[in-house]
């Protein structure tokens, strides 16, 4: 432990950098104008049923204006299209791999049947050339996405995630609603995608100097004078904690990663780890007004990081406006387990030097395999950062409530699939295993973390 604190310190001041050996950051031309990612076409005309192809191929992406990399897309697409259900709705996926390596889909956030949550406990990845039918129902309304859970940190960082929105028809009414996923992308002096790996990259977390407003850098969005728009942001960057801002000017939260909240909450920032999302109402702006949206400097362990834009919004003619007021109470969300109850585990993420390199663990083993859970027997879990550094805790396919930090009631009962844990911290989570007996995991969601063995395998029983 000892060890890993002092390396952390080191990696403040690498001596690649010190050296001079990253070279300047290659720069491109920000500003192009953004459409909205594209939605994905759905080739059943029944209205519960969507159905969906998704090709994962080798794309030409364009970061920028004239600056092509080498990515990986679905159907062509950096982001892949964006999924759009409603809640209740009956979801197929087809799946054809045209890389040349093994790739399946993990939905993250939704509460799929275990079978259909593309981890290698309960698939074979798919092999180049070959295909995989998913089918499951979506039972929450929210903001969710999709990613490989196969060399994720590689696939990721190519450019292999789409967003996923099940709508609620009696959600809010909004006058527009758009999809951000806010990533960077980490070039190399050639402006190609720099190859994953290193140890620096496996113990911090791989960052990129390329800001990323969905696959383009720094666009400008443009948005009506006078109306207020729903964005569902989405935080699919390999280790970049984003404190978001839009240009410092207060916005409601209404939506976290499992759904609405209880009630609006106005802010002017709002922290996403890795694999968070958030819902946000924004404006109504003034004509002419231009707001960044940025992230502002956070330290996850590692330093004070710099101001990152992802974008520009620009506020056009006024339109009116036919959105509603925004409502005081959007939902009742139970709490699933009293502050009183006791822990029935505790969970050990850490990490340590070896020989190979830096390994990370839970429980004192890398990869390692955690006692089942029943279903019915509703679970309190302390999760226990023994490291220096932040790292961002995803269950998969159930929601969990965050009770506690450091034995403090969090008083917020939200829904979510992913919470940071601070350094030396304990969390405290309830969730119940309300079905879906089979294979699941929880894991750090800094993807070259999570492939060094921060991840744990558990079964659900009936
Ligand atoms: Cu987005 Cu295993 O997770
Ligand atoms: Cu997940
Ligand atoms: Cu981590």
Redesign the pocket.
Known sequence: MRAFHALAALVAVSPLALLGLRGAPVQLEAGAPMGDAPVAQDLDPDPDVVHVRLKAEHVSWEVAPGHVVEGMGYNGLVPGPTIEARVGDRVIVELENALDQPTTI?W??LRVPAAMDGTPAMMDPVLPGGSFRYEFTVPDAGTFWYHPHANEAEQMEHGLYGAFIVHDPADPRFDAERVLMLDDLKLDRQGSIEPNGGFFEIHDGREGDTALLNGRHSPTLTMAAGTTERWRVVNPSSARYIRLSVGGRPFSIIGSDGGLIEAPQRATEVLLAPSDRVDLVVGPFAEGETVAIEALPYDRGLGLSETVVYGTLEVGAARPSVAGPLPEKLREIPWMADLETPADREIHMAGRLTVRGVEFMVDGEPDALAAPVRVGDTQVWDVVNETPIHHPF?L?GYFFQVLSIDGQPTGDPSLQ?SVDLPPESTVRVAWSPEGRPGSWMFHCHILEHAEAGMMAGFDVIP
Request: hydrophobic share 0%; net charge negative; no cysteine.
């Open positions: 993990h993250h956030g995803h998969h699939d």
